[in-house]
């Protein structure tokens, strides 16, 4: 499946389609080892090809930039390939008799993932008790769509004491409790952190993904599982995989903190950031909220961390040069967090923060003056648009969380024309690791007037993706002469010019448009991955393609 080029090989692409900006109309492509050389005609590359070269014949198909996912858990996906997948359960009863009948296949720990409760006609998740009898009293984790919480058997709950501990609810479990039992459900060998990690490399890889932002911190994995990822410990072999840009989520509150941190991990780190909560997740509903929740006027959500103590963080980030960020999801959670962008501009000054280029993950629930401030402050949105399609609509989860306030919910359309920089990525396992989804996602939101084009949806998946990790290349994410190989190519069913504007035809075939053509998104099969490469080393090739 995986293959690595001669660094000298000259191999032409044509007879497809090229995404390219040098030349929206090319259809071939010339790759010199890890650089695109040429991009032109069909014509010229008939007049340029010789027997020095490999020929690709594309059929048709599409060459484009290859994707960058900005937020994944690498062994989280792997992981959850391998356990039960409870995404397609649609009621509790359905839940309790899957782990039944799973409980009869195997022994040990019982693990699974991505159930949603929002939509089954109990209005209610199983209690411990329930998953006792399922399970036949077996220790039992299942966390749900969002990762943020979990329900747990009561064998496992007394094993480890989860009823006097912050966030147990009769099974299920939240803040402390969860991340006791989450941490319980994870104890891994490197070696098995290592098979699972491959399998989401290839996976990532075979969706035409080239390059994922890692965003480990210590309640999600130890920081071997990090190291071992960059190369610093255990090993993942030698086949070849997306790169990894890697995050570590954990607050810094000095100096040494920070350079600890940083040597920790080899110097390799982008950033201090990623999944360093501010607050938690709609699903669980602990992301803090201004106004209490629709459903459970009862509560507002949490914050985990406070103003100072993220203010000191992006203080010592920045003064380091290097990126800080947080997971933030509710409106009151960011809030705080521009209350200490604010304090820290005090510190180092506004201009040296913008420059650092920190980012926010999620970025969920926001207002037009909060839009205002990132700009003012130069912070980067890694968003998920597959959660709008997941949970977004009058009846989806947001709704039944946050009423009419569901409508702001994941602003796309109005991040980007405030001038926000915006990139997207699957939070994978929480969603999956499926790009041209995302795209058709942020296409298609649930609010017509957050809708954005598919051009920029490809932008915010590739290019945007590059630049917002500060890997030091300005030209990764484009198909142009002198620029990296790094690109995917795609068997689609129609390509086309794309726009977000409703009111006039979606779709367009016209070549006046001087735009590089994408796939049609409404055709009701997406693209097919035929294959992957970056920096000119095959990272993917189906069984079917030349």
Known sequence: MNS?????????????????????????MLVDGGTVAWVGSEQAATSIQDSKMRVVDLQGALAAPGFVDSHVHLTETGLAESSLDLSGVRSLAELLSTVAAAAGESSGLLLGHGWDESGWPEARIPTAAELDAASGNRRVYLARADVHCAVVSGTLAAELGLSGMDGWDNGFVTRGAHEAARTASRNLSLQERARFQRAALDLAASRGIVAVAEMAAPHIAPPEDLRQLLGLEGTLGSVPGPQVLPYWGQLATTEQDLADLREAFGGKLLGLAGDLNIDGSFGARTAAVR??????????????????????????????????????????????????????????GEQKLRAAHHRLEHVELTDDGAIAELVRFGVTAS????????????????????????????????????????????????????????????????NPQERISARAAFIAHTRAGWRAAGTGNPMLGQLAPGTPASFAVWEADELMVQTPDSSVASWSTDPRAGTPLLPALDTGSLPRCLQTVHLGTELYRAPDFN
């Open 383 to 446: 968003m998920q648009p597959s959660f709008d399609a997941a949970w977004g609509g009058g009846s989806g989860m947001y709704s039944q969380r946050l009423g009419s306030r569901s409508s702001s919910m994941n602003r796309f359309a109005s991040l980007l024309s405030a001038g926000v920089p915006v990139v997207f990525g699957s939070d994978a396992p929480v969603t999956a690791l499926d790009p041209w989804r995302t795209v058709q996602a942020a296409v298609s939101h649930s």
């Open 291 to 348: 106004l209490p929740y629709a459903d459970a006027p009862e509560t507002s959500g949490s914050l985990y961390l406070g103003e100072e103590e993220a203010a000191r963080h992006l203080e010592l980030a920045t003064r380091a040069g290097l990126q800080a960020g947080f997971h933030v999801i509710g409106d009151a959670g960011l809030d705080t967090v521009l209350a200490a962008l604010r304090r820290a501009a005090e510190a180092v």
């Open 4 to 28: 690595t080029a001669p660094a000298n090989e000259l191999v032409l692409y044509r007879n497809g389609s090229v995404y390219s900006s040098a030349d929206p109309f090319a259809t071939a």
